[in-house]
């Protein structure tokens, strides 16, 4: 049985808001089930472990899918998503593949983790795919190849789009737009209309659009490990 990384954002704080974030609900359920009706072993991690916070915004009535209802009435999932290893204590041999949902937690965790950093450069370095969706291609933003370079630079990327941030607005209140930082880095940034499943893969790298190219991201993931 193959066994598969997630790692969860832990940070609450939309920046100098005042509001909550977390990760997205539907980002993590879709995938997690896909993955888990398809057997695959799935382990869930955060930066600070136990329980993660989802977004209150992914919890609205808009916001809802077949998933996340599962996930809702799922007690055993609830309880795994409450204890999630912390990612000091993983190691990459333990895995086979990696997974970051997104949500803006992200932005002002994950992406300066000094754990989420070596684990992924360990995974990719080690020949395992590494696979983010919507805002989780931001934490791709200092990590580097063998060669010292930015990971993305000339391979093919999407991820949150910087006209979908803008229609949640919340353009100004995230530390750096995605999109741009993925062109920046050498990124070959690809997107397509604002909300649509959307998901590109080079070679072990694999990412999504926005929350509706969770599972885009996960079948890209089960044919890779396959």
């Known amino acids: 049985m193959k066994k598969i990384l997630f790692v969860l954002t832990s940070n609450d704080k939309l920046g100098d808001t005042g509001n909550k974030t977390g990760f997205w609900i539907e980002e993590f359920a879709a995938p997690y089930y896909m993955l888990k009706d398809a057997g695959y072993e ?15 915004s992914s919890e609205s009535d808009d916001a809802q899918t077949e998933s996340t209802k ?25 895995y086979d593949a990696l997974f970051y949902p997104g949500g803006h937690g992200v932005l002002w965790d994950l992406v300066e983790d000094k754990d989420s950093k070596e684990i992924i450069e360990s995974f990719y370095n080690h020949d395992k795919p590494v696979s983010f969706v919507c805002h989780a291609p931001a934490v791709l933003k ?11 630079k000339g391979k093919k990327v999407t991820g949150f789009t910087n006209q979908e941030e803008d229609a949640v607005q919340l353009t100004n209140v995230v530390p750096f737009l995605l999109e741009d930082m993925l ?3 050498g990124g070959e940034y690809s997107k397509i209309e604002d909300w649509q499943p959307y998901a590109v893969q080079d070679g072990l790298l694999i990412t999504g659009q926005n929350p509706a190219s969770s599972e885009k991201v996960a079948d890209l993931l089960m044919k890779t490990l396959s």
């Open 183 to 185: 062109i920046e880095n």
């Open 70 to 94: 599962r996930f809702y009435n799922d007690k055993e999932t609830q309880e795994t998503l409450a204890s999630t290893l912390q990612l000091s204590e993983v190691d990459q041999k333990d």
């Open 142 to 152: 200092n990590i580097k190849n063998s060669n010292g370079e930015p990971l993305v």
């Open 42 to 56: 799935v382990t869930l991690s955060s930066p600070k472990g136990g329980q993660p916070p989802i977004d209150p």
